[in-house]
């Protein structure tokens, strides 16, 4: 792995994997967490108003098309900490990939009708989302749990203020934030001069510095129930605990958690209420640490008269955790080492850790991950249940 930092700011790391393709991977460090009370959902919208057009590719079509007629992937997406574009080509398209995104990021035109346009798109992937309850419970899990942290807030925006938008109010963003000093740009693959290509495209001036502020967030000290109806089959039900961002040492131990009771279909909250009760379709947990905040969660889909017996079962199987044995230990850090190693293998997925990292720290933290769960002992997942797995916020959508 190499890093540089060039002389107007912009961050470069490549890291050189064999392969006929190249993934190249801009991260600007700006997301929802970081949007005032007005601009709420402000850099999702830019995620996709940079789409529609700029001085030499006038139209969406023209973008998309210079990458997709050479058979590549290209998408974007945002989060609460970072928005990322990302493009996959066969290698010797690599100078292609570098332009179109270098284009899209500095000379967007941001059309009026553009704008108008995009705004009705936005709002309705945003009922979209609504309308699907799988990914509306994550929605209201955050915006439950948390109290004071950003996070609290859909990175999808106000649907009140992404229809009040005005394009000064995207421009002055896009300009305050999208300056190399903002950016990181990761590229994976077996390519000689990237660096030159780099320098030659992205050639924006440095910006002023950004700094945001510090989100603070307590541990919960009283458990939560929130429900909503929906007009669906299945109810859905999270116990959500608030826990540590990426970079706290007890991280990999809630990770090493995850992998004791959600790993497929041999965690033990899968075996518990699907193998041996059939209670639900869809059972697992999820340990979630970003760079400001985390949580972990334990979800199923169930029937809405099982709710109680349900949650005690996923309660039981936390505090079973306080009877971990060495080789359910061993067991679990050996599905996240293999988990994560394979993941890696994708190059597109290698390359939004490596920003992750760098975001989180440096990228080279990449290389301690596995070190560290390795390292997790059985003392360390007691300690970590004890700790965060005390008061919950519960999420119901209650079905039929």
């Known amino acids: ?37 007005d601009e709420r959902g402000i850099s999702h919208f830019l995620e996709h108003i940079l789409f529609e057009g700029t001085i030499k590719r006038p139209t969406n079509r023209d973008i998309s098309n210079e990458i997709e007629k050479i058979g590549g992937d290209f998408n974007a997406y945002t989060s609460n900490e970072k928005t990322c574009f990302y493009v996959k080509v066969l290698k010797k398209h690599f100078p292609i990939a570098v332009e179109v995104l270098a284009d899209i990021l500095q000379n967007p035109l941001f059309k009026e009708k553009d704008i108008l346009k995009e705004k009705n798109v936005v709002l309705k992937e945003i009922d979209m989302v609504n309308d699907d309850p799988r990914h509306y419970q994550w929605i209201l899990l955050q915006k439950s749990l948390f109290e004071n942290h950003p996070c609290k807030y859909p990175t999808y925006g106000d649907k009140k203020v992404i229809g009040n938008l005005t394009k000064k109010k995207v421009v002055g963003f896009f300009e305050k934030y999208y300056v190399p000093n903002n950016m990181v740009i ?15 495209r992205f050639i924006s001036k440095r910006g002023k510095s950004i700094n945001h502020a510090a989100a603070k967030e307590h541990l919960s000290t ?32 809630l990770d090493v958690v995850d992998g004791i009771l959600g790993r497929g279909q041999s965690g033990r909250m899968f075996t518990e209420v699907r193998s041996k009760m059939g209670l639900a379709y869809d059972v697992g947990t999820q340990n979630f640490a970003d760079v400001s905040f985390g949580y972990f969660a334990v979800y199923a889909s169930i029937d809405r ?19 971990l044995s060495p080789e359910d230990l061993k067991e679990s850090k050996d599905f996240v080492e ?63």
Request: charge should be positive; proline fraction near 1%; include cysteine.
């Open 1 to 37: 792995m190499k890093k540089v930092v060039l002389p107007n700011g912009l961050t470069v790391i490549f890291n050189e994997k064999k392969s006929n393709s190249v993934v190249v991977e801009v991260m600007i460090k700006v997301g929802s967490n970081h949007e005032k009370e």
């Open 338 to 400: 293999g988990y994560y190693s394979l993941e890696l293998e994708d190059g597109q997925k290698l390359a939004d850790q490596l920003l992750f990292w760098e975001q989180v720290d440096t990228a080279e933290k990449i290389k301690d991950y596995l070190k560290k769960v390795k390292k997790v002992s059985v003392d360390d997942v007691k300690r970590v249940a004890k700790k965060y797995f005390n008061n919950y916020t519960m999420v119901v959508l209650e079905g039929k």
């Open 305 to 323: 008269k099982n709710i109680e017996l349900v949650k005690k079962m996923m309660m039981k199987e936390l505090q079973n955790l306080e009877n």
């Open 222 to 253: 009283k458990i939560k129930v929130k429900k909503e109806r929906k007009n669906i089959n299945n109810t859905h039900v999270i116990l959500g605990f608030k826990t540590v961002p990426k970079n706290h040492k007890d991280s990999c131990a």
């Open 186 to 200: 990761a590229i994976v693959g077996d390519i000689k001069n990237w660096k030159k290509e780099i320098e030659k």
